[in-house]
């Protein structure tokens, strides 16, 4: 129901944006945020934007990398700037009601990989 794309594998200080397509659903009415996963950890917040517009980020991509969504799109964004190797990880949107904790509906991930 979430369709992740622009992943890919750049240079360390490059920048991708990823996208978050809601299929199904009307973005509008859910926060949304973003996730990842590297190999072998768990999977980690990254950054939220709620319903209402208030975004908070990661302390690890807090200043490098921003959250948006265009709701006439029913699309988010994760515009990633100044990419480190440690950014490296399968990058997954979810979605979730209003005064859920825990996100609903996950898309199927997109791959960044981030060489030195």
């Known amino acids: 129901q979430m369709v992740e794309s622009g992943g890919g594998a750049v240079q360390a200080g490059d920048s991708l944006t990823l996208s978050c397509a809601a299929s199904g659903r009307t973005l509008s009415l859910y926060d949304m945020g973003w996730f990842r996963q590297a190999p072998g950890k768990e999977r980690q917040f990254v950054a939220t934007n709620t319903r209402s517009g208030v975004t908070s980020y990661a302390d690890s991509v807090k200043g490098r990398f921003t959250i948006a969504r265009d709701n006439a799109k029913n699309t988010g964004y994760l515009q990633m700037n100044s990419l480190k190797a440690e950014d490296t990880a399968v990058y997954y949107c979810?979605?979730?009601?209003?005064?859920?904790?825990?996100?609903?509906?996950w898309g199927q991930g997109t791959q960044v990989t981030v060489f030195p």
């Open positions: 979810g979605i979730r009601s209003i005064n859920k904790v825990v996100y609903e509906y």
